[in-house]
């Protein structure tokens, strides 16, 4: 297995420093440790280590995201916030495991547009009900996905793209993902969609892997997320074509959308936001949002999420919960309009 810190400095070059800063800024003297939540019992919360399962490889923007946010939250509640990858079947692996833990606070996990908005809608049979299954915690960040191409590949634009795949033969051309169902996966389908072409879909362990294919020219495109490809792309290890947001971003100003190449319609923002088990009692996950909040709220976390292509987003759980159900509604809906038969 490669090493965590091995990815990083491979794939994204600048993130690990980014990372170090981060995590240099955090470790600064904090106050006097907040009041502790009960769980219901009158046990003190937390008394013991607190698990982050996170549903992407070592390397991955979720790991990333978990670790510097698990990290203030170390400090400020004084007891590890341990991550944990669990990766597969977009998130469903972690899902499932998660969704069977004891409800008391000490396993949450970093839920996804995947585990918690796609699959649903993908899945012909989830091991996990997304809403009923877990309750929301908070939602930390979002990010765009990119369309980046290997240096292989002959395009410059995505409309050069579009012409290039339509002159190729049906299904010889391959895109890759970090797993079927994920944000990366369904961005490709309804790439093929909108533009009348057929990219094959080739998943991936995770997204360090599949970028590194797209590198290699193993496969031709990819739609990671924004984090995942922004420094290579820099450092000119790969093409960055357009970001899939219907905006342009402030930190990439200079990159179109997809839908400035005519694909109207083209909107696809990977997000991320603790849950934990269902049942969890109301006053920790009270503490775990105030707690993600102030994370969040720390000038040196926000820069450095923003400079990596992360919205912040923050808000309540039960502003998180109806973003979700949200977000269900609306991935059903493009899967069933693109006919995509499920998993």
Do not use: C
Not at 1 to 20: C, D, E, H
Not at 101 to 109: E, L, N, S
Not at 128 to 137: C, E, G, K, N, S
Not at 211 to 232: C, G, Q, R
Request: positive net charge.
């Amino acid at each position: 297995m490669i090493r965590t810190s091995r990815l990083i400095t491979a794939l994204r070059p600048g993130l690990l420093a980014a990372t170090l800063a981060i995590t240099a800024a955090l470790a600064a003297p904090s106050q006097a440790l907040a009041q502790v939540a009960s769980t219901g019992s009158g046990q003190a919360w937390p008394t013991k280590p607190v698990r982050v399962v996170v549903t992407l490889s070592p390397g991955s923007t979720s790991d990333i995201l978990a670790r510097v946010v698990a990290e203030q939250m170390s400090k400020s509640l004084g007891q590890s916030f341990v991550v944990e990858n669990r990766p597969g079947a977009g998130g469903n692996i972690a899902g499932d495991y998660v969704a069977r833990q004891p409800a008391d606070g000490y396993t949450i996990m970093l839920a996804s547009i995947s585990s918690h908005g796609i699959n649903p809608a993908l899945y012909a049979k989830m091991p996990y009900d997304a809403l009923r299954d877990f309750v929301p915690v908070i939602a930390l960040a979002s990010s765009p996905n990119v369309l980046i191409a290997s240096n292989e590949t002959p395009v410059a634009s995505v409309r050069e793209l579009v012409t290039w795949l339509k002159g190729q033969p049906a299904g010889t051309v391959n895109y890759a993902s970090a797993g079927n169902g994920t944000s990366m996966h369904l961005a490709g389908e309804l790439f093929n969609t909108l533009a009348g072409v057929k990219a094959t879909h080739i998943p991936y362990k995770g997204s360090p892997e599949a970028v590194t294919a797209v590198m290699k020219n193993e496969v031709a495109i990819m739609f990671p997320n924004a984090p995942n490809a922004v420094s290579l792309a820099r450092s000119g290890k790969i093409k960055l074509l357009a970001v899939t947001s219907p905006k342009r971003l402030p930190s990439m100003p200079e990159v179109p959308t997809v839908i400035e190449a005519g694909l109207a319609g083209f909107d696809v923002v990977a997000w991320f936001g603790f849950v934990a088990p269902a049942g969890t009692p109301p006053d920790i996950v009270a503490r775990l949002n105030a707690e993600g909040q102030k994370a969040l709220a720390l000038p040196a976390v926000r820069e450095a999420l923003t400079k990596q292509g992360f919205d912040v987003m923050g808000g309540s759980a039960p502003d998180f919960g109806q973003f979700m159900r949200g977000e269900i509604d609306k991935w059903t809906r493009v899967v069933n309009g693109a006919n995509l038969p499920k998993l």
